[in-house]
């Protein structure tokens, strides 16, 4: 299939192997019940053999909703996808499972990475002098002003070591505005912000860049900090524009097979019309742009 076939949220590739691999949020399930994950698998990110199914929820498994945002890397000769689980009876939290090919069968590996008590989405995984580190959204149900957090991982990924710290909040940036549907969907009063779909990607200069997403004046939006001391741990500097502002959201930063710096992201942020796109990016004098 096409990549404007793909109905994915969140898409996340993997390059391995002269291949790319593409895992995402199934759009159809993504509100509702979710039993599963996906994978496509390309060599020029406009073709793709798929969807194959890289873990199905097995009979009595905890979470049978909020299945999103899964992002795998490669480590230690495996496949570790970093994904989101929720449920009826748990807040949304952040687990690892594990495979020995990018196309799985996947595996519930690790144990919950974020606090039982925290609603927590969308975990990346950086690495920094060889210590990895999950970077995740601390929720707006619990943090009406949108955290960004970080905790350091075992070296295996299978836990969490020490507290979560806050990196920033989307109350900080310009560019970021309150849901206007906090009320009506969340029952929530006053002003309500959120996080989302963080990516890290080392620039070379010293800096660290991290894109996200929020709300704009447009609606989904992406925007980027900054952390010139070139540490995960900041401090944060929000750029004051969105790089991509509007409707489309939920962004990582990857290398492709020749070597350019590429952004993928889901395009549009309507519910079930959501597609993966794929857009140059460099990072500059002016910092980290698009050629949206």
């Known amino acids: 299939m096409r990549t404007n076939e793909v109905n994915i949220r969140d898409p996340f590739i993997l390059v391995y192997g002269g291949k790319y691999y593409l895992y995402g949020t199934r759009s159809a399930s993504c509100w509702g019940s979710a039993d599963g994950f996906d994978c496509y698998v390309s060599s020029d990110l406009e073709n793709w053999e798929g969807p194959v199914e890289i873990f199905h929820r097995p009979e009595g498994f905890f979470a049978d909703r909020e299945y999103w945002a899964p992002e795998c890397i490669y480590y230690r000769d495996a496949f570790y996808l970093i994904t989101t689980f929720g449920g009826k009876d748990i807040k949304k939290g952040i687990y690892v499972l594990k495979a020995d090919n990018p196309t799985g069968p996947f595996e519930v590996y690790s144990d919950r990475l974020t606090k039982e008590d925290w609603t927590c989405i969308d975990g990346t995984v950086y690495f920094e002098d060889s210590t990895p580190y999950l970077i995740f959204s601390h929720s707006f149900e619990d943090t009406p002003d949108g955290d960004m957090c970080i905790v350091k991982l075992s070296k295996d990924l299978k836990r969490a070591e020490g507290g979560a710290a806050v990196l920033f909040s989307a109350a900080e940036a310009k560019w970021a505005k309150p849901v206007p549907f906090a009320k ?11 996080t989302d779909g963080p990516s890290i990607v080392d620039a070379g200069n010293g800096k660290l860049y991290m894109t996200w997403s929020s709300w704009g004046n447009c609606g989904y939006a992406v925007g980027v900090a900054v952390s010139e001391s070139g540490r ?13 502002p509007e409707n489309g959201g939920h962004g990582m930063m990857f290398q492709d097979l020749n070597g350019k710096l590429k952004f993928s992201l889901h395009f549009p942020n309507d519910k079930y019309k959501e597609r993966p796109i794929f857009v140059d990016a460099v990072i500059g004098e002016k910092g980290l742009m698009l050629d949206a």
């Open 232 to 244: 995960v741990s900041g401090p944060w500097k929000q750029i004051d524009t969105p790089i991509y």
């Open 184 to 194: 009506a969907e969340f029952g929530m009063d006053g002003d309500v912000y959120f």
